[in-house]
Nanobody
Framework: QVQLVESGGGLVQAGGSLRLSCAAS????????MGWYRQAPGKQRELVAR???????NYGDSGKGRFTISRDNAKNTVYLQMNSLKPEDTAVYYC?????????WGQGTQVTVSS
């Protein structure tokens, strides 16, 4: 089993920044792709960003332009730097670890952006 613990969420005004962190622990046998999804109330989860073990990043539409994903393999930790936040970024942000056959999910961290 792999456990994922997110941190760094909170309340921020529009235009501000937050940095989310997610630490993976447990039965980790390899360095796998990790990522971030988000889910706003009444909406399905959507991909924000993901990053391979080699540091290659891919962004969903919601994460392009203002967000940056990074990782520290030695710490089994992935980060999401969010800048120029907008109210529409308000959501629960979930960390993922690409296990087999599917993703492992964290419990999520709330990000609320006020106008």
């Amino acid at each position: 089993q792999v456990q994922l613990v997110e941190s760094g969420g909170g309340l921020v005004q529009a235009g501000g920044s937050l940095r989310l962190s997610c630490a993976a622990s447990g039965s980790i046998f390899s360095i796998n792709t990790m990522g971030w999804y988000r889910q706003a109330p009444g909406k399905q989860r959507e991909l924000v960003a993901r990053i391979s073990s080699g540091g290659i990043a891919n962004y969903g539409d919601s994460g392009k332009g203002r967000f940056t994903i990074s990782r520290d393999n030695a710490k089994n930790t992935v980060y999401l730097q969010m800048n120029s936040l907008k109210p529409e970024d308000t959501a629960v942000y979930y960390c993922t670890w690409a296990g087999s056959p599917g993703l492992y999910w964290g419990q999520g961290t709330q990000v609320t952006v006020s106008s």
